[in-house]
């Protein structure tokens, strides 16, 4: 799991034990002012001299009735009255100077409805939760299930010279000669790099690591892609595949593919399945025929989250 997802998860809890302590406060303050005495129909009438003031919820399936009494100060009651009884009941009230509210719907009704949905909403909860965990895990097993696909290219090519040490995809290869580059001249990281950050949209490989800038000099080019790969979370992307073409005349690149693949899985954060490579000669044609140079060509195509 990345940061990102951890830091959502841990927001999920937290919205949900929010969540369940609003509830439970709620249904605590309902409870509380439930409380109070709980007189007859005839006890009521036989105190109605003691009102301050009512209030008549009226609900399709009963009447209920709360309020205050003036002795003792801020006791409560409430009950339960006849429908029939209500005008008479009211007239009553009123003639004794009793503040009478009536309400149709009781305003704590939403408070009942919110706790009878909340087994529902913490399930709905959970399940979303669970969704986003599958998500993830299909996410690392190459399946995209969100946001379109996007592709990038990328290409690089270096001059080969005696004496220099030959680095393709972050592994140092036995050879005579070895590119000419600001940095490793690794065509295949570069390549890459480029490819990647084309199909976020984030420019290129100059834009990030300027050549003329004397801190990249020699610098090993598997640090341009954990730039990269940085950038790419920054932006919500992940990284979904990767198929490269490396051309030389020589060496064999082959034997080396496997090493290769795990440097720049490791560098990208990515399972070595989603890196795929491939090695041309130039059939002696040209530059790269003669041996006088190496190039990479590199296709990657990213998902956003
Ligand atoms: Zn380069």
Request: proline share 5%.
């Amino acid at each position: 799991m990345n940061s990102s997802s951890t830091a959502k998860t841990i927001l999920f809890w937290i919205s949900i034990v929010f969540l369940g302590v609003m509830l439970w406060k709620l249904v605590s303050a309902n409870g509380r002012s439930a409380q109070g005495d709980e007189p007859s129909y005839s006890e009521f009438m036989s105190r109605v001299d003691d009102i301050k003031e009512v209030t008549l919820y009226l609900s399709p399936n009963s009447y209920e009735l709360t309020g205050e009494y003036i002795q003792p100060a801020n006791r409560r009651f409430h009950l339960t009255v006849p429908k029939e009884v209500v005008p008479d009941l009211l007239s009553q009230l009123r003639e004794r100077g009793v503040l009478v509210r009536v309400k149709e719907v009781r305003s704590g009704d939403w408070v009942l409805i919110l706790l009878n949905a909340a087994p529902l909403i913490l399930l709905v909860g959970f399940c979303l939760f669970l969704m986003r965990q599958t998500q993830g895990k299909w996410r690392r097993t190459g399946v995209a299930i969100l946001g379109s696909p996007r592709t990038g290219i990328g290409y690089d090519l270096h001059r080969l010279e005696q004496g220099r040490p030959l680095i393709v995809g972050g592994i140092e290869l036995p050879f005579d000669k070895g590119p000419v580059g600001h940095s490793d001249g690794d065509v295949l990281a570069h390549a890459l790099c480029d490819a990647l950050l084309g199909a976020a949209g984030l420019g290129d490989i100059g834009t990030h690591f300027p050549d003329t800038d004397p801190k990249w000099k020699g610098v090993n080019s598997m640090l341009f892609l954990e730039h990269a790969k940085k950038l790419l979370d920054e932006k919500r992307f992940t990284i979904e595949h990767v198929d490269a073409v490396v051309i030389t005349e020589k060496p064999k690149l082959g034997p080396h593919f496997p090493k290769m693949r795990e440097a720049l899985a490791k560098a990208l954060g990515v399972g070595t399945e989603k890196i795929h490579l491939k090695a041309k000669t130039n059939e002696g044609v040209d530059a790269i025929g003669r041996g006088e140079a190496i190039a990479a060509h590199v296709v990657a195509t990213l998902t956003s989250r």
